[in-house]
Structure formats: C-alpha cells, structure tokens
C-alpha cells in the first residue's frame, strides 16, 4: 500500500482559510468514509481533528472541517490562527483491516 | 482521561527484536476498543505499524507483518510491540494509540518513544 499524497506545504494569512488535499485511489480514499485527518506540533504526538471524512472530536473548533470528493478528501481550516501552524497528516482506511497515512503537509500561518 | 505511556529500550542493535510496551491508564483495555502502534522516522511522516483489540485479534502493515507481533495483556491494561530483525530503517518515534469506534482512526496517543536501531 503506497502513503496518500499531500501537499509538501501550504499557507495563509491570519483569518484566511487554507485547504490541505489527500489523494489516494478507489482501494483506499475513494472506497470507504473512513478519512481522518492529525494535526501534529514539533515535538508533540499527533490530535485527532477529523474522522470519518468530516466528523469533529469533541473540543475541535469548527473552523475545522473534512469533505471528500471521488479519490481525493480535503481538510479546510477557516479564520486561520498561529496556533494552526503545525504539520497535518490524512489516514484512510484501505481495505483488508489495513490503514495508510498521508505524506503530511506543513502548514505556515504567513 | 485516556492516558498513554510507551516504555522500552532506546537503542536497539541491528539484527535484534525491538520491544515496546504501551501502559493504558484511566481506561480498561477489556472494555473493548482496538488499539494501535504508529511509527514516525526522524523528519518524515506516519506510518501505521498494527492494531489489536482487546480480545487478542491483530491487525498488520502487510509490509511488516513478516517481523511483527502485537499483543495485549488486559490483567496489567498494557498492549506490546515486537519488530524483528531490526534494520537502520526502522529507527522511529513508536507511538501507541486508542483507536476509534470503527477501528480506522486515533482518538487517544502516547507521547512516542524514539527507537535508534544502532551497533
């Protein structure tokens, strides 16, 4: 199973929104709405932000949201903030109780 | 509050058994939920490394399974990795994690460990 493809890096100004894509096939992204999305900080263990496409943890702020469209899903983060600056990664479930990860991208708030 | 601890040795030689153990506090792994290692090498990305439920049943990177056993001890509510014929390759930060409802996402992570697989 290859890792989903991501974005090396995106960015945006405060308040801006950015959208990080994940593009995987139709055995993986594309098969199943099982699609979720970590944020992780330097030196920290990854937070759940998204799962199964668009579902938000408890304590995630809505500026947060997860769609999916054929073999690629996206997350969006609206009003951007300094504390979004982080590396963010998509997991996706890939058939045969097997899961892949993303390549993550590095998000800057400009 | 789910809380996750990764325990085990640092170095590791080439050739030898990685073994790591996660401790699950404030939760009983037998009331269910799968659990997972994840592993992440120094400057890349995540890698899904196996799953086990509470039961005992195991999930696996097919690209590992050759050298893997994931198991779970409910009587000490800790659940353990064991990689095989370590290569530099496999030096990483080995998280352990509480899956989800459906298994196929992260709820809860321990802060990883970083293995150096070194002579």
């Known amino acids: 199973q290859s890792a989903l493809t991501q974005p090396p890096s995106a960015s945006g100004s405060p308040g801006q929104s950015v959208t990080i894509s994940c593009t995987g096939t139709?055995?993986?992204?594309?098969?199943?709405?099982?699609v979720s999305w970590y944020q992780q900080h330097p030196g920290k263990a990854p937070k759940l932000m998204i799962y199964?496409?668009?579902k938000r943890p408890s304590g995630v702020p809505d500026r947060f949201s997860g769609s999916k469209s054929g073999n690629t899903a996206s997350l969006t983060v609206s009003g951007l903030q300094a504390e979004d600056e982080a590396d963010y990664y998509c997991?996706?479930?890939?058939?045969?109780?097997?899961?892949?990860f993303g390549t993550g991208t590095k998000v800057t708030v400009l | 509050q789910v809380q996750l601890q990764e325990s085990g040795p640092g170095l590791v030689k080439p050739s030898e058994t990685l073994s790591l153990t996660c401790t699950v506090s404030?939760?009983?792994?037998?009331?269910?939920?799968?659990w997972g290692w994840i592993r992440q090498p120094p400057g890349k990305g995540l890698e899904w490394i196996g799953t086990?439920?509470?039961?005992?049943?195991?999930y696996y990177n097919p690209s590992l399974k050759s050298r893997l056993t994931v198991s779970v001890d409910t009587s000490k509510n800790q659940f353990s990795l064991r990689l095989s014929s370590v290569t530099a390759a496999d030096t990483a930060v080995y998280s352990c994690?509480?899956?989800?409802?459906?298994?196929?996402?992260?709820?809860?992570w321990g802060q990883g460990t970083l293995v150096t697989v070194s002579s």
């Open positions: 404030g939760y009983s792994i037998s009331s269910g939920y799968h």
């Open positions: 997991s996706s479930y890939a058939g045969s109780n097997n899961l892949v």
């Open positions: 199964e496409v668009s």
């Open positions: 086990v439920y509470h039961g005992g049943t195991t």
């Open positions: 994690a509480r899956a989800g409802v459906t298994k196929y996402h992260f709820d809860y």
């Open positions: 139709s055995s993986d992204v594309g098969g199943y709405n099982y």
